[in-house]
């Protein structure tokens, strides 16, 4: 049997150590406080922002979500936007993705203050992550190394394969991961939905990392067995047997990758909740810069 990757432990400790690291800023007369703009019904976007929301005030973060409705314009959207850069008492602003067709999400994230940037989605921030000088981590990102470091899986000359290509996961963990640096010195490729042969890069690698948002898309038999994986899908799937209609899964096909690999990582249960601890994570590192 593989070792579980456990994202709940992890991230609950994550947020124990994010809860104190508040209580000692809360005593020196700030309070952190992130604010969450959600615009229109996408009903996984509202489970989303409703766990942020919780998990802010269980660290003793304050919260405040601002729904707005699907007919937002963008101009409305932009000047919400402003007036929270303008809030001095705001210190984290995050846009939660998607937002409804007609609104751009780059122009949103793009008016965010830099420094008030959680997601870490500006160019700017983008752009000094890149650069090996970060201001904050992407979170999801940053929730797969932290799981990797906390489970003592060497990482650094290690072969990783990320399978997923996007601005929030796949690009920004490759730079991460190839980054000379103590969580990185990885040597990384980047397979996507458009890969050839995938399964060539995955049987070589000593960490899969699947953030391509295709349920199944990595089995067992493309995997070599001392490999660790890493599952980054958040799919929703129609399933008549749950309360809510549906059922989260991953990008891994989990009962046959964990009979190959030496370390797995569920989902649910594994990198989802750790998103969520790493955004606190910046919320703190926001405080902290505009003090
Ligand atoms: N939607 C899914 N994941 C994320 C995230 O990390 N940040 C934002 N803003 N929206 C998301």
Same mark, same amino acid.
Do not use: W
């Given at each position: 049997?593989?070792?579980i990757i456990?994202? %709940?432990?992890? *991230? ?21 406080? /992130? ?15 409703? +766990?942020k929301?919780?998990?802010? @005030? ?11 409705? @699907?007919?937002?314009?963008? @101009?409305q959207?932009?000047?919400?936007? &402003?007036k929270?850069?303008?809030? %001095?008492? !705001? ?5 939660? *993705?998607p937002v409804p ?5 780059e122009?949103?994230? &793009?008016?965010?203050?830099? /420094? ?12 000094? /992550?890149?650069?090996?000088r ?11 190394? @932290? ?13 990783? !394969?990320?399978?997923?290509? *996007? ?25 996507h939905?458009g890969?050839?042969? /995938?399964?060539?890069?995955? %049987?070589?690698?000593?960490?899969v ?16 067995? +001392? ?9 929703r ?5 749950k309360?809510?209609g ?34 606190? %994570?910046?919320c703190?590192m926001?405080t902290k810069l505009?003090?």
């Amino acid at each position: 049997m593989p070792t579980i990757i456990d994202g %709940k432990k992890i *991230s609950a400790e994550i947020r124990q150590e994010v809860k104190t690291e508040v209580s000692e800023i809360k005593a020196r007369g700030m309070e952190p406080h /992130l604010a969450v703009i959600i615009v229109g019904s996408d009903p996984g976007s509202q489970v989303y922002v409703r +766990n942020k929301h919780k998990a802010c @005030e269980e660290a003793g973060i304050r919260s405040t979500v601002i729904e707005m409705p @699907e007919t937002t314009t963008q @101009e409305q959207l932009l000047a919400q936007v &402003e007036k929270l850069n303008q809030d %001095k008492t !705001v210190h984290g602003i995050l846009v939660q *993705s998607p937002v409804p067709k007609g609104l751009s999400e780059e122009k949103a994230f &793009e008016s965010i203050h830099p /420094l008030k940037d959680v997601d870490c989605f500006h160019p700017q921030n983008v752009g000094l /992550l890149m650069l090996g000088r970060p201001r904050f981590l992407p979170a999801t990102p940053a929730g797969v190394i @932290e799981l990797l470091v906390r489970y003592n899986i060497k990482i650094s000359g290690q072969y990783v !394969v990320i399978v997923g290509r *996007s601005n929030i996961v796949g690009k920004p963990l490759a730079g991460m991961l190839a980054q000379k640096s103590e969580r990185g010195n990885a040597t990384v490729t980047v397979c996507h939905t458009g890969t050839k042969g /995938l399964a060539y890069y995955t %049987k070589q690698a000593d960490i899969v990392i699947a953030a391509a948002g295709r349920p199944g898309l990595i089995t067992g038999d493309m995997l070599n067995s +001392n490999c660790t994986v890493i599952d980054v899908g958040t799919n929703r799937i129609p399933d008549a047997t749950k309360k809510s209609g549906y059922s989260l899964v991953g990008d891994v096909d989990f009962e046959s990758a964990s009979k190959v690999a030496a370390n797995i990582s569920p989902v649910p249960g594994g990198v989802g909740l750790m998103t969520i601890a790493m955004l606190l %994570k910046n919320c703190v590192m926001a405080t902290k810069l505009q003090s």
